[in-house]
């Protein structure tokens, strides 16, 4: 089974837009929170009540979708949440690109603006 097949089958929905109104069809990629031991080099903040991890999470996608190259006014939503791709890179199995790798974080729609998630002090 290819990458793209696999991540359609078992992936969840996401789509890439614009605020031109463009959108990407529907494709699957992996959208999951990044565990505690991945997190120690974001921008998370260690509280007396835990640790707030300001919604970071990792994306794997099918190469044919590179969000590597996309500007800044390009937003990844997934089941009606919408994420800023932070970081992102190619991975590769020999010379053939495989998928691509991201730390996304959550947008906050904050009165008709969005705002990335900040953490309160």
């Given at each position: 089974?290819?990458?793209?097949?696999?991540?359609?089958?078992?992936?969840?929905?996401?789509?890439?837009?614009?605020?031109?109104?463009?959108?990407?069809?529907?494709?699957?990629?992996?959208?999951?929170?990044?565990?505690?031991?991945?997190?120690?080099?974001?921008?998370?903040?260690?509280?007396?009540?835990?640790?707030?991890?300001?919604?970071?999470?990792?994306?794997?996608?099918?190469?044919?979708?590179?969000?590597?190259?996309?500007?800044?006014?390009?937003?990844?939503?997934?089941?009606?949440?919408?994420?800023?791709?932070?970081?992102?890179?190619?991975?590769?199995?020999?010379t053939e690109?495989?998928?691509?790798?991201?730390?996304?974080?959550?947008?906050?729609?904050?009165?008709g603006e969005?705002?990335?998630?900040?953490?309160?002090s």
């Open positions: 089974m290819q990458v793209k097949q696999f991540m359609n089958k078992y992936g969840r929905p996401v789509t890439l837009n614009r605020s031109d109104g463009w959108r990407s069809e529907r494709y699957g990629a992996f959208v999951q929170p990044l565990r505690y031991k991945n997190k120690m080099y974001l921008y998370g903040v260690n509280t007396q009540i835990g640790y707030n991890s300001q919604g970071h999470y990792l994306y794997i996608g099918p190469p044919d979708h590179n969000i590597i190259e996309l500007d800044q006014n390009i937003w990844l939503e997934c089941e009606g949440v919408k994420y800023q791709i932070d970081r992102a890179e190619k991975v590769y199995a020999g690109l495989f998928y691509i790798w991201a730390v996304i974080r959550t947008i906050v729609e904050d009165d969005s705002a990335i998630e900040e953490v309160a």
